[in-house]
């Protein structure tokens, strides 16, 4: 049964940094692309980043290039999303998934498994 959790989320205030870290089981971690989403109130899940399976690529949305940072530790199976000078609008439950594909995928179709998801709030 695989399974993915997220950790580390909360409140804090603007210009913060925030390290979130998703721990995934059942599954070979280092065949996946790892993705980072989240989804604010009444919007659709948007994607933040994705990271190849051995950590040398990485991709991230234009809304966070420069701030977030995603790695990966393929001997502890857990991604993390390093998220600095946050701003309120990154207020969101994130999400970490795993794309058996690799790292091409930039939507939540092309994901196969989900973690349930950490709030993050930012206070201006």
């Known amino acids: 049964q695989v399974q993915l959790k997220e950790s580390g989320g909360g409140s804090v205030q603007a210009g913060d940094s925030l390290t979130l870290s998703c721990a995934a089981s059942g599954l070979v971690f280092e065949d996946y692309g790892m993705g980072w989403f989240r989804q604010a109130r009444w919007k659709e899940r948007e994607f933040v980043g994705v990271?190849?399976?051995?950590?040398?690529?990485?991709y991230y949305a234009d809304s966070v290039k420069g701030r977030f940072s995603i790695s990966r530790d393929n001997a502890k199976n857990t991604v993390y999303l390093q998220m600095d000078n946050l701003k309120p609008e990154d207020t969101a439950v994130y999400y970490c998934?795993?794309?058996?594909?690799?790292?091409?995928?930039?939507?939540?179709?092309?994901?196969?498994?989900w973690g349930q998801g950490t709030q993050v709030t930012v206070s201006s």
């Open positions: 990271i190849n399976w051995s950590g040398e690529r990485s």
């Open positions: 998934a795993a794309d058996m594909y690799g790292e091409r995928a930039r939507t939540p179709p092309g994901y196969e498994y």
